[in-house]
């Protein structure tokens, strides 16, 4: 089990950039595929970054290709997510989420913890 605390959320201009992070407590971080989805208002939650429990693999959903970057800091029992180059369209709660039984995981139905999420909000 591993439970999951999002932090880094915030307001900023369009073109500016965040990181967010996602700090771990619990047995086995170094071993769970861990993932980055968002829901907008109105929206569903959708993917937006995965990293393998390797450190080797990620995948990108193509509206963020380029300008996010995820990853992890075992060591720290700590995800990341960098995000550069903010647009408006990037506007949604940011959740952090953990899966026990997967490598690299893109769906959030694979996905078994979850955190509360951190708000996003990029003014035009």
């Known amino acids: 089990q591993v439970q999951l605390v999002e932090s880094g959320g915030g307001l900023v201009q369009a073109g500016g950039s965040l990181r967010l992070s996602c700090a771990a407590s619990?047995?086995?971080?170094?071993?769970?595929?861990m993932g980055w989805f968002r829901q907008a208002p109105g929206k569903e939650r959708e993917f937006v970054a995965a990293?393998?429990?390797?450190?080797?693999?990620?995948y990108y959903a193509d509206s963020v290709k380029g300008r996010f970057t995820i990853s992890r800091d075992n060591a720290k029992n700590t995800l990341y997510l960098q995000m550069n180059s903010l647009k408006p369209e990037d506007t949604a709660v940011y959740y952090c989420?953990?899966?026990?039984?997967?490598?690299?995981?893109?769906?959030?139905?694979?996905?078994?913890?979850w955190g509360q999420g951190t708000q996003v909000t990029v003014s035009s």
């Open positions: 989420a953990a899966d026990r039984d997967s490598v690299l995981a893109l769906s959030q139905y694979d996905y078994d913890y």
């Open positions: 619990g047995r086995s971080f170094s071993r769970y595929a």
């Open positions: 990293l393998s429990w390797t450190g080797s693999s990620t």
